[in-house]
């Protein structure tokens, strides 16, 4: 990443694999693995998995490129979430895109509900 991005990433944002589903077919994730990132609220229109137009309300720049993909979990802080509300903490992951710079690097940005 950049210089001039990497400082502007002082958030923390927490992200869990999606391992498998139980028997009632519902999400199974691992463990939270912390990233820096920066966290915009930013109202855009998204495809999601379905490839339907839906409203992203954030989006996320994360400093680095991790394994993350649209049926996997992010859990914001509850300082850049305003809230502590379950739903709010964690925002259903609509899309992500891996983007190369300049130099050849690939950035992960996340789009929340």
Aim: proline share 4%.
């Amino acid at each position: 990443m950049l210089p001039e991005l990497d400082g502007l990433c002082r958030q923390t944002v927490g992200v869990a694999r999606r391992t498998c589903a139980d028997d009632y077919g519902e999400p199974v994730w691992g463990n939270d693995v912390a990233y820096r990132a920066r966290v915009v609220g930013r109202h855009r229109l998204v495809r999601d998995l379905r490839g339907e137009q839906v409203l992203s309300t954030r989006t996320v720049y994360f400093a680095g490129a991790p394994a993350l993909d649209a049926h996997d979990r992010v859990t914001l802080s509850t300082g850049d979430a305003g809230s502590t509300e379950e739903t709010v903490r964690r925002p259903a992951l609509l899309d992500v895109q891996r983007l190369p710079d300049d130099r050849g690097a690939t950035h992960v940005v996340a789009y929340l509900a």
